[in-house]
């Protein structure tokens, strides 16, 4: 152990085998997911310190659940976080890929010797150049594309109840097709709204769902075509203090008539317009302005910014922000609205136009029923993903062709072609790895793969040849990309760390453990 100052840091040497701790610390977390890649891929019992149990094969989940004390395995968890945030699919993906560039990279360095910067920057060029190959064999689709059915199903159907979960996307995208529905380019991630409730029932309602417990507040029964005003208006109450620290009556009450009166304004503007309904979005709740309206049976709910901004998108209204606003108020029309009381559920039902649609996800247990929301969530991304890169062959087939084009590219890279060759070698990975997920010998039955195009792969249930566009196989190319990127990342700072000090910074900044004290049940 030597001791070096690093500026103001003192750190401490722990060793210089961190390129190999650190290399199995990424395996480990790459082993505990790495089974669960694809449809076959086995489920995980996750158990946390209060004895909750829950099953689940999503890799994201697994990783995000799991400690890891290991500043490295750390690091693979963060990535994955981004790469579920950014695309909400595909982290499996991104380990599976990252632990095999690590695992072939370790090798050459510390077997063969090879410098590590040699490496790194052979797999850049090669995750480049994967990309660019990405980019052109993805096929571009739109909204009435078979493909994006297919890729939703690709993304959840091997997920819990994959199936139904699929048909309640399918179901929702159809809504936003139907006449009067979204135009153009759609972005499902803010027209498609989820809420996951063991005690209802799957279904894909044509409006929005808010979810709010009303207590004592009468709901009108005919709410049929009732106008909706929007308000964000912090009417604020005149407070005890200030009316303590004036001595001035005569102020404090020609302030309370003012405000008396501007409450008046605001309510008489929401009732000229029609509106039998108010959304509020405000910190203070108006005990006046509440009361103006009651009186005249139009009925406030406090709802949240997010609930808000998606009731405006719904409507297309804007919402009133400002007192001098409330001159000219934009109105908007719910088909119907309905309160069901047991679950505390406004159900507020488009009417001409449809800009959203709500996918509301039942199940047994809470458990189970957040278990489906996060499919419904995988297929949602993987359709949004495809709507804006394309589709590609699923199974590991383009990734094989991918694997095979820089291969067959690589014989004039000079010294690059070693890195470039260690990308080539975790793409062909993938499908190895489902094959094997599946109880096939992934290195034999990929040998048996005589068309290389891209979209031929091997059909995990009967181990035959087929073309994977055919059998409804297909993959976003912005996932995939995505994945590669990810991936990128945790490699290259992987290869690249050739050493672990602990620095008595302040801030405790870098801590090194082996990666035999990387420990996932650590409490
Ligand atoms: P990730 O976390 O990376 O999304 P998944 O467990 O969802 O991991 O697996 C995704 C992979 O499984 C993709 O490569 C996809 O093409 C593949 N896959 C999905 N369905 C099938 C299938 N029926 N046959 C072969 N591969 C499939
Ligand atoms: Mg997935």
Request: proline fraction near 1%; aromatic fraction near 4%; hydrophobic fraction near 40%.
């Amino acid at each position: 152990m030597t001791e070096q100052s690093l500026g103001n840091v003192q750190a401490q040497s722990v060793g210089n085998t961190a390129l190999e701790n650190n290399c199995a610390a990424v395996l480990s977390i790459a082993d505990t997911v790495r089974t669960t890649l694809g449809p076959k891929g086995l489920d995980k019992l996750l158990v946390d310190e209060l004895g909750n149990r829950f099953i689940t094969n999503d890799g994201a989940t697994i990783m995000l659940s799991v400690k890891t004390v290991h500043p490295v395995a750390k690091l693979v968890v963060e990535i994955a976080d981004r790469q579920e945030e950014k695309v909400g699919d595909g982290t499996t993906t991104a380990v599976v890929l990252a632990a095999e560039m690590i695992k072939e990279g370790n090798r050459l360095i510390t077997d063969i010797g090879i410098h590590p910067t040699l490496i790194v920057r052979g797999i850049e060029l090669g995750i480049q150049r994967s990309i660019e190959l990405f980019k052109q064999m993805a096929i571009k689709i739109n909204v009435e594309d078979a493909g994006l059915a297919q890729v939703i199903s690709t993304a959840a159907g091997s997920r819990m109840d994959g199936g139904q979960v699929v048909s309640l996307v399918s179901d929702a995208l159809g809504f936003l097709k139907k006449p009067n529905g979204k135009k153009g380019m759609i972005n499902l991630k803010k027209s498609i709204f989820l809420i996951n409730n063991p005690m209802l029932d799957d279904r894909v309602f044509d409006g929005i769902v808010i979810q709010k417990q009303l207590f004592g507040q009468q709901i009108p029964d005919n709410l049929d075509n009732t106008k909706a005003v929007l308000l964000k208006i912090d009417l604020k109450e005149i407070k005890e203090s200030l009316v303590k620290e004036m001595k001035n009556y005569d102020e404090i009450v020609r302030m309370k008539e003012r405000q008396t009166k501007m409450t008046k304004e605001i309510s008489d503007s929401i009732c000229e317009t029609g509106a039998g309904i108010v959304f509020m979005a405000s910190a203070h709740a108006d005990e006046q302005l509440l009361a103006n309206l009651l009186e005249e049976n139009v009925l406030m709910i406090h709802v949240s910014n997010e609930e808000l901004l998606n009731i405006a998108n719904t409507l297309d209204v804007q919402v009133v922000r400002r007192k001098e606003d409330i001159g000219e108020i934009s109105v908007g029309t719910f088909k119907s609205v309905y309160y069901d009381e047991e679950n505390g559920l406004f159900f507020l039902e488009n009417h001409a136009q449809r800009k959203m649609v709500t996918i509301i996800i039942g199940g047994v247990t809470k458990v189970t029923s957040q278990e489906r929301w996060r499919t419904v969530k995988d297929g949602i991304s993987a359709a949004q993903s495809a709507l804006n890169d394309g589709i590609v062959a699923g199974g590991g087939a383009v990734e094989l062709c991918i694997s095979e084009k820089l291969k067959e590219e690589n014989s004039n890279s000079g010294v690059d072609s070693i890195g470039i060759e260690v990308v080539a070698h975790a793409l062909s990975g993938i499908m190895r790895q489902i094959l094997t997920n599946a109880g096939f010998n992934g290195f034999e039955k990929m040998a048996e793969i005589k068309n290389k195009s891209g979209e031929y792969g091997i059909d995990i249930s009967t181990g035959k040849e087929i073309n994977m566009f055919e059998a409804g196989v297909v993959d976003s190319a912005g996932i995939k990309i995505n994945a590669l990127k990810s991936a990128a990342e945790i490699v290259k700072a992987v290869l690249r760390i050739d050493r672990i000090l602990i620095a008595h910074s302040p801030h405790n900044a870098v801590i090194g453990k082996s990666a035999n004290e990387t420990n996932f049940n650590d409490k």
